[in-house]
C-alpha cells in the first residue's frame, strides 16, 4: 500500500493460505480488503494485532448491489398501466384514381379562375369539352363532382365491414377463418381480398404506445452517481420515479446519506446512525445490507475513517488478470509470481 507494488502472490484464494503468508511475514500492521470472508478470516488468523480496513470502492459496491436488486422490486410502481385496447372501426376505402383526377381538375379550374379567366380561355387552357369546364365551376367543391363513392366503385365486403370489424374486436385475425364465415354468410370473395380489408383494419387499430419505462439498473445507475454529475435529463426522469414512489424516494434518502458518510469518512459520527436506520427499513435489501456491516463492524469503522483503500492497486490486480490470461494452461504458478513482483 505504501510502495504502491505487489509484495506477494498467493497459490490460491482462501483463509489458510492468507493466514500462511501473513505468519511468515511479521509486522503487518493495516491489511485493507474487500468484504471476502475468507480474507477476514485469514486476517484474523495471521495478523490478529493488524487494523483490517474495509475498502470503501468494495463498501460501496456491496450496497449498489443491494440498490439494484431494491429498484427491480420498486420498478412495478413506477410502470403505467397498459394502454386501453382503441376502438375496432370500419376503415375508410382509400380514394380511387377516378376521385383523384377529379380533384385534381377541380382545383385547376378554380385557379385559373381565381386569375380572372373566362370559360372560353379556361377551356383554351386546359383543353377539356366546355360541359365539363361549367361543371367544375358551378361546383364549390371537388365532394360535389366525386358523389357517394370516392373509390370509384363498390367493393363487395361493403355490407360485411362492420361484421368482419366485431370479429376482429372479438380476437379472430385469422383470414382464413374469417373468409370461411364470410362464405358461410352467403358472400363469394377472394381469400386476398379479406386480407387487405383485414390490413386495413389492423392499421386503424393499433394500439397506442407505451411510454419507454427506466430498466432496474439504469435507474440504479442514476442514483448511484453524484448528484452533480447528473446530466439534467437524468434528474428529471430520477425525480419523476420518486414522486411516483415514495419507498424509492425513501431509498434514495439513505443511498444518498450513505454516500455522503463514505466520501468524507464520517463512520466514526454516522455508522451507527444510519446501520440502525437502514436496519429499520421496510426494504429487505437495505436490512440485508446493514446486517452485513454489523458482522464485519471494526472492518467498516475503519474503511469509513481511516484514509487507506484499495485503490492504489487496482491497476495491478488488472494485470495480474491479463498476465494470467496469457499463461493459462501453460506456466505455474512460480512463474507467475515471479511476472507480477518482478515485472515493473
Known amino acids: 500500500m505504501e510502495n504502491r507494488r505487489p509484495v506477494g502472490l498467493l497459490p490460491e484464494r482462501s483463509a489458510d493460505a492468507l493466514a500462511s503468508w501473513l505468519t511468515h511475514h511479521p509486522g503487518v500492521e493495516v491489511i485493507c480488503r474487500d468484504r471476502a470472508r475468507y480474507y477476514a478470516e485469514g486476517a484474523d488468523q495471521g495478523a490478529a494485532d493488524a487494523v483490517q480496513v474495509a475498502d470503501r470502492f468494495h463498501l460501496w459496491q456491496n ?85 357517394a363513392s370516392p373509390t370509384g366503385r363498390q367493393s363487395s365486403l361493403d355490407g360485411h365491414a362492420a361484421y368482419l370489424a366485431a370479429r376482429w374486436a372479438e380476437g379472430c385475425t385469422s383470414t382464413s377463418r374469417l373468409h370461411r364465415e364470410l362464405a358461410d354468410r352467403g358472400l363469394s370473395v377472394s381469400e386476398r381480398t379479406v386480407r387487405r380489408f383485414l390490413l386495413r383494419l389492423q392499421e386503424n387499430t393499433k394500439p397506442a404506445t407505451r411510454p419507454p419505462v427506466p430498466k432496474a ?71 440485508g445490507f446493514a446486517s452485513g456491516l454489523r458482522k464485519d463492524w471494526d472492518a467498516v469503522m475503519a474503511g469509513l475513517t481511516l484514509h487507506w483503500n484499495s485503490g492504489v492497486i487496482e491497476g495491478h490486480v488488472n494485470r495480474i488478470k491479463m498476465l494470467k490470461r496469457q499463461m493459462f494452461g501453460r506456466a505455474n504458478h512460480d512463474l507467475l509470481r515471479k511476472r507480477v513482483l518482478l515485472t515493473r
Open 217 to 287: 439498473r439504469e435507474v440504479t445507475s442514476l442514483i448511484l452517481t453524484h448528484p452533480d454529475n447528473r446530466p439534467d435529463p437524468d434528474r428529471v426522469v430520477l425525480k419523476e420515479l420518486r414522486d411516483r414512489s415514495g419507498d424509492l424516494d425513501t431509498a434514495c434518502e439513505l443511498i444518498a446519506r450513505f454516500a455522503e458518510m463514505l466520501v468524507h469518512r464520517q463512520g466514526r459520527e454516522n455508522l451507527e446512525q444510519w446501520t440502525r436506520d437502514a436496519e429499520r427499513s421496510q426494504h429487505p435489501e437495505l436490512r
Open 63 to 147: 450496497l449498489g448491489d443491494a440498490a439494484e436488486r431494491l429498484v427491480a422490486q420498486l420498478r412495478p410502481q413506477w410502470v403505467p398501466p397498459p394502454p386501453e385496447k382503441p376502438e375496432v372501426t370500419v376503415p375508410e376505402k382509400p380514394e380511387g384514381l377516378r376521385a383523384q383526377r377529379i380533384r385534381e381538375r377541380h382545383a385547376a379550374v378554380h385557379a385559373l379562375m381565381d386569375k380572372g379567366m373566362g370559360i372560353g380561355q379556361i377551356v383554351a387552357e386546359l383543353r377539356l369539352d366546355p360541359k365539363t369546364i361549367r361543371k367544375n365551376m358551378r361546383a364549390a367543391t371537388a365532394d360535389e363532382l366525386i358523389g
